[in-house]
């Protein structure tokens, strides 16, 4: 497959241990399945021994030799001793759709830069857990599924049976905790609520993280079916609960005076003044 009649070039930059192996090892596969063909071309910050001096060619260059090279009847190894030229270095791959250069980030080709990987793993080195709004659905600007292999972190879980905030993703970056919350403004405060503060509280017991349960009776029906799992924000007061009006995930002003959560049970149909329900505060 030829993509243009030059190799295209694009620089995957970051920080030291930002994931930019891991990303590049990670998109071989894929480009090598769809018939790109793919080089890549490493920027290395410090020196490196440019053979083990106890081969051939290590031995031509201990000797003085300005460079060696080594082909067999499928591979070829150059090492040169000279000023790098990465213009020249491009050059050698004249078949390559596609040449990626790991490092470059002042390199004048397009970039694609790790700022979210790199922004997360530069807040835990100084702090115990991490909680982050958006980018965990399915969309185009969903980035914190690329951004948190790079990051080196283990999803525990992503996606939670409740709705708002069924997006929800936990990871664990070196045993730190990352709760990546739906951006979706009322979805991220529930999750935030029923997911966030549970963890806090066991890093960091205190009374003002521990989630309390109640039984309250519903002073407002709400005429909606649920099949899954749904938090309502609420007004809660002296074991009863009121509902606001408006009920839409995107919905902020409906949520002040709110002071708790009251739960629909899973394969609820409408819920009926009068009734008892779950309230979390």
């Known amino acids: 497959m030829s993509v243009a009649s030059k190799p295209l070039v694009v620089a995957v930059s970051g920080v030291k241990n930002s994931g930019k192996t891991t990303l590049i090892t990670a998109m ?28 051939d060619t290590g031995r031509y260059l201990q000797a003085g030799a300005l460079g060696a090279a080594i082909y067999d009847g499928e591979t070829t190894k150059v090492i040169c001793r000279q000023t790098p030229d990465l213009p020249g270095l491009l050059e050698l791959f004249p078949q390559a759709d596609l ?3 790991e490092g470059g980030k002042h390199s004048p080709w397009p970039k694609l830069e790790l700022e979210t990987a790199q922004q997360m793993r530069g807040l835990l080195e100084h702090c115990d857990c991490l909680i982050t709004t958006g980018g965990v659905s399915v969309g185009e600007r969903d980035v914190l599924h690329q951004a948190l292999p ?8 992503w996606r939670v049976q409740m709705k708002p905030g ?5 990871s664990l970056v070196e045993g730190k905790p990352v709760l990546s919350l739906s951006g979706n403004p009322f979805a991220a405060v529930a999750t935030f609520e029923l ?12 009374p003002q993280f521990e989630l309390e349960t109640r039984r309250a009776v519903l002073d407002t029906p709400f005429d909606r079916p649920s099949g899954m799992r749904r938090f309502l ?5 002296d074991g009863r609960v009121r509902l606001p009006q408006d009920h839409s995930s995107g919905s902020l002003r409906s949520l002040v005076g709110c002071n708790c959560l009251l739960e629909v049970p899973a394969g609820s149909q409408n819920l009926e ?9």
């Open 273 to 281: 003044a009068g009734e008892k329900y779950t309230v979390y505060l």
């Open 195 to 206: 997911l966030g503060r549970p963890m806090l509280h066991t890093l960091c017991p205190a």
């Open 166 to 170: 069924t997006p929800a993703m936990y």
């Open 28 to 55: 071989l596969p894929h480009f090598h399945r769809a018939g790109v063909q793919v080089a890549v071309i490493k920027h290395d910050g410090h020196t490196f021994p440019p053979d083990p001096p106890d081969t």
């Open 99 to 101: 040449i990626l250069l």
């Open 233 to 237: 924000r609420g007004t809660y007061q």
């Open 150 to 157: 790079m990051a080196r972190a283990q999803q525990v879980f």
